[in-house]
Protein backbone atom coordinates (compact mmCIF):
# COMPACT_ATOMS: atom_id res chain seq x y z
CA UNK A 1 0.00 0.00 0.00
CA UNK A 2 1.36 3.09 -1.16
CA UNK A 3 2.27 6.18 1.79
CA UNK A 4 0.59 9.40 1.47
CA UNK A 5 3.41 11.77 3.21
CA UNK A 6 0.35 13.97 3.86
CA UNK A 7 -0.34 11.79 6.66
CA UNK A 8 2.69 12.73 8.47
CA UNK A 9 3.08 16.93 8.62
CA UNK A 10 5.20 17.32 11.96
CA UNK A 11 8.68 16.68 10.85
CA UNK A 12 10.30 15.76 13.74
CA UNK A 13 13.86 15.41 12.69
CA UNK A 14 15.91 14.95 9.19
CA UNK A 15 14.01 11.69 7.70
CA UNK A 16 11.44 11.36 10.06
CA UNK A 17 7.88 12.62 10.51
CA UNK A 18 4.75 12.09 12.38
CA UNK A 19 1.13 11.91 12.15
CA UNK A 20 -1.36 14.33 13.38
CA UNK A 21 -1.57 12.40 16.78
CA UNK A 22 2.03 11.61 17.03
CA UNK A 23 1.45 7.63 16.90
CA UNK A 24 2.87 6.70 13.54
CA UNK A 25 5.81 8.17 12.12
CA UNK A 26 6.98 8.15 8.32
CA UNK A 27 10.85 7.87 7.32
CA UNK A 28 12.22 8.34 4.25
CA UNK A 29 16.03 8.62 3.70
CA UNK A 30 19.43 7.11 1.70
CA UNK A 31 21.71 4.39 2.34
CA UNK A 32 24.08 2.99 -0.21
CA UNK A 33 22.15 4.84 -3.10
CA UNK A 34 18.88 2.93 -1.87
CA UNK A 35 16.39 4.84 -0.65
CA UNK A 36 13.88 3.24 2.10
CA UNK A 37 10.63 4.42 2.94
CA UNK A 38 8.43 2.86 5.95
CA UNK A 39 6.39 3.34 8.79
CA UNK A 40 7.03 3.11 12.54
CA UNK A 41 3.80 2.38 14.18
CA UNK A 42 3.26 3.31 17.74
CA UNK A 43 -0.25 3.11 18.06
CA UNK A 44 -0.70 0.19 20.43
CA UNK A 45 1.41 2.54 23.11
CA UNK A 46 -1.74 3.57 24.85
CA UNK A 47 -0.99 6.18 27.80
CA UNK A 48 2.48 6.81 25.63
CA UNK A 49 3.39 10.66 25.59
CA UNK A 50 4.02 12.74 22.84
CA UNK A 51 7.52 12.65 24.06
CA UNK A 52 8.17 9.36 24.61
CA UNK A 53 6.36 7.94 20.94
CA UNK A 54 8.55 10.14 19.19
CA UNK A 55 11.93 9.46 21.19
CA UNK A 56 11.12 5.74 20.50
CA UNK A 57 10.23 6.64 16.64
CA UNK A 58 14.08 8.36 16.67
CA UNK A 59 15.87 5.32 18.26
CA UNK A 60 14.02 2.77 16.27
CA UNK A 61 15.09 4.97 12.97
CA UNK A 62 18.67 4.67 14.08
CA UNK A 63 18.39 1.15 14.46
CA UNK A 64 16.84 0.78 10.78
CA UNK A 65 19.51 3.22 9.28
CA UNK A 66 22.22 0.61 10.85
CA UNK A 67 20.61 -2.38 9.78
CA UNK A 68 20.70 -0.98 6.50
CA UNK A 69 24.13 0.32 6.73
CA UNK A 70 26.05 -2.91 8.01
CA UNK A 71 23.73 -4.67 5.16
CA UNK A 72 22.22 -7.03 7.74
CA UNK A 73 18.31 -6.92 7.34
CA UNK A 74 15.39 -6.37 9.77
CA UNK A 75 15.00 -8.89 12.50
CA UNK A 76 11.86 -9.87 10.55
CA UNK A 77 13.94 -11.44 7.35
CA UNK A 78 12.55 -14.92 6.86
CA UNK A 79 14.85 -17.76 6.35
CA UNK A 80 15.00 -18.06 2.76
CA UNK A 81 16.13 -14.72 2.31
CA UNK A 82 19.04 -14.98 5.22
CA UNK A 83 20.23 -18.51 4.01
CA UNK A 84 20.36 -17.09 0.28
CA UNK A 85 22.39 -13.87 1.73
CA UNK A 86 24.81 -16.36 3.88
CA UNK A 87 25.46 -18.49 0.96
CA UNK A 88 26.24 -15.77 -1.58
CA UNK A 89 29.91 -15.12 0.55
CA UNK A 90 30.71 -19.00 -0.97
CA UNK A 91 32.16 -19.50 -4.96
CA UNK A 92 29.38 -20.55 -6.81
CA UNK A 93 31.23 -24.60 -7.02
CA UNK A 94 29.13 -27.82 -6.88
CA UNK A 95 29.09 -28.50 -3.61
CA UNK A 96 27.56 -25.28 -2.82
CA UNK A 97 24.47 -26.18 -5.39
CA UNK A 98 23.97 -29.35 -3.80
CA UNK A 99 23.35 -27.28 -0.67
CA UNK A 100 20.74 -24.58 -2.19
CA UNK A 101 19.19 -27.46 -4.34
CA UNK A 102 18.68 -29.53 -1.18
CA UNK A 103 17.51 -26.35 0.97
CA UNK A 104 15.20 -25.36 -1.87
CA UNK A 105 13.67 -29.31 -1.97
CA UNK A 106 13.03 -29.86 1.45
CA UNK A 107 13.54 -27.19 3.90
CA UNK A 108 12.01 -23.86 2.04
CA UNK A 109 8.20 -25.50 1.46
CA UNK A 110 8.32 -26.11 5.42
CA UNK A 111 9.89 -23.33 6.73
CA UNK A 112 11.57 -21.02 4.36
CA UNK A 113 8.91 -18.07 4.58
CA UNK A 114 9.16 -17.86 8.81
CA UNK A 115 11.22 -15.06 10.37
CA UNK A 116 14.52 -16.72 11.42
CA UNK A 117 14.15 -15.52 15.02
CA UNK A 118 10.63 -17.16 15.45
CA UNK A 119 11.86 -20.70 13.88
CA UNK A 120 12.36 -23.17 16.96
CA UNK A 121 13.84 -26.49 17.72
CA UNK A 122 9.84 -28.33 17.32
CA UNK A 123 9.80 -26.98 13.72
CA UNK A 124 13.88 -28.18 12.66
CA UNK A 125 12.34 -31.37 13.90
CA UNK A 126 9.31 -31.25 11.87
CA UNK A 127 11.64 -30.73 8.84
CA UNK A 128 13.64 -33.81 9.23
CA UNK A 129 10.87 -36.36 10.04
CA UNK A 130 8.92 -34.45 7.09
CA UNK A 131 12.01 -35.94 5.02
CA UNK A 132 12.30 -39.35 6.63
CA UNK A 133 8.63 -39.79 5.85
CA UNK A 134 10.14 -39.16 2.50
CA UNK A 135 11.83 -41.60 2.37
CA UNK A 136 15.34 -39.93 2.33
CA UNK A 137 18.54 -41.86 3.41
CA UNK A 138 19.53 -40.83 6.55
CA UNK A 139 22.95 -39.20 5.26
CA UNK A 140 20.73 -37.18 2.78
CA UNK A 141 18.59 -35.58 6.13
CA UNK A 142 21.50 -35.15 7.94
CA UNK A 143 22.66 -32.81 4.86
CA UNK A 144 19.49 -30.35 6.62
CA UNK A 145 21.88 -29.79 9.84
CA UNK A 146 25.08 -29.37 7.90
CA UNK A 147 23.13 -26.62 5.76
CA UNK A 148 21.25 -25.38 8.39
CA UNK A 149 23.91 -24.83 11.01
CA UNK A 150 26.52 -22.24 9.12
CA UNK A 151 23.32 -20.24 8.73
CA UNK A 152 22.14 -20.09 12.37
CA UNK A 153 25.72 -19.46 13.81
CA UNK A 154 25.47 -16.42 11.35
CA UNK A 155 22.33 -15.16 12.71
CA UNK A 156 23.75 -15.38 16.25
CA UNK A 157 26.88 -13.23 15.27
CA UNK A 158 24.58 -11.24 13.29
CA UNK A 159 22.37 -10.54 16.85
CA UNK A 160 19.28 -11.68 15.21
CA UNK A 161 18.48 -14.50 17.05
CA UNK A 162 19.96 -15.33 20.59
CA UNK A 163 20.06 -19.37 20.61
CA UNK A 164 20.41 -21.75 17.80
CA UNK A 165 17.30 -23.95 17.59
CA UNK A 166 19.51 -26.92 16.02
CA UNK A 167 21.24 -27.27 19.48
CA UNK A 168 20.44 -30.89 20.80
CA UNK A 169 19.25 -31.85 17.28
CA UNK A 170 20.96 -34.87 15.55
CA UNK A 171 20.40 -37.29 12.75
CA UNK A 172 21.50 -41.13 13.67
CA UNK A 173 23.32 -42.77 10.38
CA UNK A 174 23.82 -46.10 10.75
CA UNK A 175 27.14 -47.92 10.60
CA UNK A 176 27.53 -48.94 7.23
CA UNK A 177 31.45 -48.83 6.63
CA UNK A 178 32.23 -52.36 5.02
CA UNK A 179 35.24 -54.04 7.27
CA UNK A 180 38.10 -54.88 5.12
CA UNK A 181 39.85 -58.05 6.12
CA UNK A 182 43.54 -58.67 4.65
CA UNK A 183 43.08 -55.24 2.69
CA UNK A 184 47.14 -55.38 2.04
CA UNK A 185 46.22 -58.64 -0.18
CA UNK A 186 43.01 -57.45 -1.50
CA UNK A 187 45.23 -54.42 -2.53
CA UNK A 188 47.39 -56.43 -4.64
CA UNK A 189 44.58 -58.34 -5.85
CA UNK A 190 42.64 -55.39 -7.38
CA UNK A 191 46.29 -53.95 -8.19
CA UNK A 192 46.66 -56.93 -10.61
CA UNK A 193 43.06 -56.75 -11.71
CA UNK A 194 43.36 -53.23 -13.14
CA UNK A 195 47.11 -53.77 -14.42
CA UNK A 196 45.72 -56.46 -16.40
CA UNK A 197 42.28 -55.66 -17.46
CA UNK A 198 43.71 -52.25 -19.11
CA UNK A 199 47.37 -53.85 -19.73
CA UNK A 200 47.83 -51.55 -22.85
CA UNK A 201 45.10 -48.69 -22.02
CA UNK A 202 46.97 -46.18 -19.49
CA UNK A 203 43.65 -43.80 -19.83
CA UNK A 204 41.83 -46.23 -17.78
CA UNK A 205 44.46 -47.65 -16.40
CA UNK A 206 45.89 -44.65 -14.64
CA UNK A 207 41.67 -43.29 -14.09
CA UNK A 208 41.41 -47.11 -11.74
CA UNK A 209 44.75 -46.36 -9.87
CA UNK A 210 43.95 -43.27 -9.06
CA UNK A 211 40.86 -44.71 -7.54
CA UNK A 212 43.43 -47.47 -5.87
CA UNK A 213 45.16 -44.22 -4.12
CA UNK A 214 41.77 -43.01 -2.70
CA UNK A 215 40.63 -40.67 -5.07
CA UNK A 216 36.54 -40.40 -5.43
CA UNK A 217 34.91 -40.90 -8.56
CA UNK A 218 33.77 -37.30 -9.16
CA UNK A 219 37.45 -35.85 -8.15
CA UNK A 220 39.04 -38.48 -10.98
CA UNK A 221 36.49 -37.26 -13.40
CA UNK A 222 37.15 -33.87 -12.59
CA UNK A 223 40.97 -33.33 -12.66
CA UNK A 224 41.85 -30.85 -15.15
CA UNK A 225 45.29 -31.14 -16.78
CA UNK A 226 45.90 -27.62 -15.39
CA UNK A 227 45.59 -28.90 -11.93
CA UNK A 228 48.65 -31.49 -12.18
CA UNK A 229 51.94 -30.13 -11.58
CA UNK A 230 54.41 -32.85 -13.08
CA UNK A 231 57.15 -30.94 -12.01
CA UNK A 232 56.51 -30.97 -8.18
CA UNK A 233 54.38 -34.33 -8.35
CA UNK A 234 51.09 -33.28 -7.10
CA UNK A 235 47.67 -32.38 -7.86
CA UNK A 236 45.16 -30.08 -7.23
CA UNK A 237 41.35 -31.03 -6.68
CA UNK A 238 39.53 -28.02 -6.84
CA UNK A 239 35.86 -28.88 -5.76
CA UNK A 240 36.14 -32.04 -3.22
CA UNK A 241 32.95 -33.33 -1.26
CA UNK A 242 34.66 -31.41 2.28
CA UNK A 243 34.08 -28.03 -0.08
CA UNK A 244 37.90 -27.34 0.04
CA UNK A 245 40.42 -27.48 -2.46
CA UNK A 246 43.42 -30.10 -1.56
CA UNK A 247 46.93 -30.32 -2.76
CA UNK A 248 47.46 -34.36 -3.45
CA UNK A 249 50.60 -36.39 -4.27
CA UNK A 250 51.26 -37.70 -7.75
CA UNK A 251 52.53 -41.30 -7.59
CA UNK A 252 55.31 -41.58 -10.47
CA UNK A 253 53.86 -44.25 -11.81
CA UNK A 254 50.03 -42.19 -12.79
CA UNK A 255 52.22 -39.45 -13.92
CA UNK A 256 53.83 -41.84 -16.24
CA UNK A 257 50.83 -42.87 -17.33
CA UNK A 258 49.13 -39.59 -17.70
CA UNK A 259 52.35 -38.35 -19.84
CA UNK A 260 51.44 -41.60 -22.83
CA UNK A 261 48.36 -40.27 -23.47
CA UNK A 262 48.34 -36.22 -22.68
CA UNK A 263 46.07 -34.52 -25.22
CA UNK A 264 45.10 -31.24 -25.56
CA UNK A 265 41.70 -31.14 -23.79
CA UNK A 266 40.70 -29.63 -20.46
CA UNK A 267 39.69 -32.39 -18.39
CA UNK A 268 42.07 -35.61 -18.33
CA UNK A 269 39.11 -37.81 -18.86
CA UNK A 270 37.73 -35.94 -21.74
CA UNK A 271 36.05 -38.75 -23.83
CA UNK A 272 37.24 -39.47 -27.23
CA UNK A 273 33.82 -40.03 -29.02
CA UNK A 274 32.08 -36.86 -27.75
CA UNK A 275 34.99 -34.35 -26.74
CA UNK A 276 33.22 -34.03 -23.74
CA UNK A 277 34.14 -34.77 -19.78
CA UNK A 278 33.45 -38.26 -19.02
CA UNK A 279 30.58 -38.98 -16.26
CA UNK A 280 29.71 -42.50 -16.90
CA UNK A 281 32.49 -45.34 -15.96
CA UNK A 282 29.94 -48.00 -15.74
CA UNK A 283 30.91 -50.30 -18.45
CA UNK A 284 34.97 -49.87 -17.81
CA UNK A 285 33.98 -50.85 -14.00
CA UNK A 286 32.33 -54.15 -14.78
CA UNK A 287 35.00 -54.96 -16.23
CA UNK A 288 36.82 -55.45 -12.96
CA UNK A 289 33.40 -56.31 -11.18
CA UNK A 290 33.51 -59.38 -12.95
CA UNK A 291 37.41 -59.93 -12.19
CA UNK A 292 36.84 -59.07 -8.80
CA UNK A 293 33.10 -59.83 -7.69
CA UNK A 294 30.43 -58.29 -7.98
CA UNK A 295 30.39 -56.45 -4.07
CA UNK A 296 32.98 -54.80 -6.30
CA UNK A 297 32.59 -50.35 -6.25
CA UNK A 298 34.99 -47.52 -6.81
CA UNK A 299 34.24 -46.48 -3.34
CA UNK A 300 35.25 -49.71 -1.85
CA UNK A 301 38.62 -48.84 -3.05
CA UNK A 302 38.94 -46.03 -0.15
CA UNK A 303 38.04 -48.71 2.46
CA UNK A 304 40.75 -51.24 1.21
CA UNK A 305 43.43 -48.34 0.75
CA UNK A 306 42.55 -47.05 4.12
CA UNK A 307 42.25 -50.52 5.93
CA UNK A 308 45.82 -51.51 4.70
CA UNK A 309 47.29 -48.09 5.74
CA UNK A 310 45.79 -49.24 9.40
CA UNK A 311 47.15 -52.73 8.88
CA UNK A 312 50.28 -51.02 8.42
CA UNK A 313 50.73 -48.98 11.13
CA UNK A 314 49.59 -45.60 9.75
CA UNK A 315 48.24 -43.20 11.75
CA UNK A 316 44.74 -41.92 11.53
CA UNK A 317 45.76 -38.52 10.37
CA UNK A 318 47.38 -39.53 7.65
CA UNK A 319 44.64 -41.80 6.49
CA UNK A 320 42.28 -38.82 6.69
CA UNK A 321 44.26 -36.79 4.56
CA UNK A 322 45.16 -39.81 1.72
CA UNK A 323 41.41 -40.01 1.43
CA UNK A 324 40.51 -36.00 1.85
CA UNK A 325 38.44 -36.32 4.96
CA UNK A 326 37.87 -33.71 7.62
CA UNK A 327 37.10 -36.17 9.86
CA UNK A 328 35.35 -34.40 13.10
CA UNK A 329 37.60 -36.63 15.99
CA UNK A 330 40.83 -35.72 14.02
CA UNK A 331 40.01 -31.71 13.13
CA UNK A 332 39.54 -31.67 17.19
CA UNK A 333 43.18 -32.63 17.80
CA UNK A 334 45.23 -31.29 15.10
CA UNK A 335 44.72 -27.59 13.16
CA UNK A 336 44.64 -28.90 9.80
CA UNK A 337 45.11 -32.35 8.04
CA UNK A 338 48.04 -33.10 6.03
CA UNK A 339 46.62 -34.41 2.54
CA UNK A 340 50.07 -34.25 0.61
CA UNK A 341 51.86 -35.92 3.05
CA UNK A 342 49.03 -38.40 3.54
CA UNK A 343 48.27 -39.39 0.47
CA UNK A 344 52.38 -39.15 -0.82
CA UNK A 345 52.15 -42.25 2.49
CA UNK A 346 49.24 -43.98 0.69
CA UNK A 347 51.02 -44.26 -2.87
CA UNK A 348 54.35 -45.58 -0.89
CA UNK A 349 52.12 -47.89 0.56
CA UNK A 350 50.66 -48.96 -2.69
CA UNK A 351 54.08 -49.30 -4.58
CA UNK A 352 55.78 -51.15 -1.38
CA UNK A 353 52.65 -53.54 -1.38
CA UNK A 354 52.39 -54.35 -5.36
CA UNK A 355 56.56 -54.37 -5.41
CA UNK A 356 56.31 -57.64 -3.18
Known amino acids: MAIDTSDYPHKIKANLWA ?97 IIAIRQLHIKEVLKSQVDKG ?49 EQLLEIYKAIMDEFANDPFYKSMYLFALQGRRKSEILKLKWADVDFDNNYYILQETKPGETQQIFLPPSIKELLLEFKRDTEYIYTSKLTGTRMVNIEKTTARLKKRLGADFTLHYLRNVITSAMGENGIEAIYQSGALGHTDLTTINRYSSLNYLKGSKMASELVDGIVSK
Open 136 to 184: LAPRTVKQTLEILSPVFKAAIANRLIQYNPLDGVKVKIPKTKKIVTNAS
Open 19 to 115: NKNYTIFFYNFMENRKRYRGLIDLSSKVGWSKRDKTATAEAELIKIKMDKRDGVLSDKINLDKFLEKHYELHDNTNWKKTRLSHYRRYISPLIGIKP
